[in-house]
Nanobody
Framework: QVQLVESGGGLVQAGGSLRLSCAASGRTLSSYVIGWFRQAPGEQREFVASISWGGRNTHYADSLKGRFAISRGNADNTVYLQMNSLKPEDTAAYYC????????????????WGQGTQVTVSS
């Protein structure tokens, strides 16, 4: 079992930055990849980025490369999503999830999900 809790969402102006956190707990975290997904109202959930638990391997949605960065905290079981140059179209609920199937982009590969954190970008 893996438990995931997101935090760090909020309201930000376009061009601003936010850092989301995903606190993970469980007995075998080293076996999992952590991914971030987002879902805007009326839209399907989409892949944002993923990272291996050791932090060595990452994967990003092509459209977000260069603006978003995923990382793993050194001293704690937390995965971060740094979001820069935010745009109104980045407004969504952001979820972290865990999978044992590699750096996958498909949400069906992810077994555990957090409750989500809302990001709203105003124009």
């Amino acid at each position: 079992q893996v438990q995931l809790v997101e935090s760090g969402g909020g309201l930000v102006q376009a061009g601003g930055s936010l850092r989301l956190s995903c606190a993970a707990s469980g007995r075998t975290l080293s076996s999992y990849v952590i991914g971030w997904f987002r879902q805007a109202p009326g839209e399907q959930r989409e892949f944002v980025a993923s990272i291996s638990w050791g932090g060595r391997n990452t994967h990003y949605a092509d459209s977000l490369k260069g603006r978003f960065a995923i990382s793993r905290g050194n001293a704690d079981n937390t995965v971060y999503l740094q979001m820069n140059s935010l745009k109104p179209e980045d407004t969504a609920a952001y979820y972290c999830a865990a999978t044992s199937y590699g750096l996958g982009v498909q949400e069906t590969l992810y077994d555990y999900w957090g409750q989500g954190t809302q990001v709203t970008v105003s124009s």
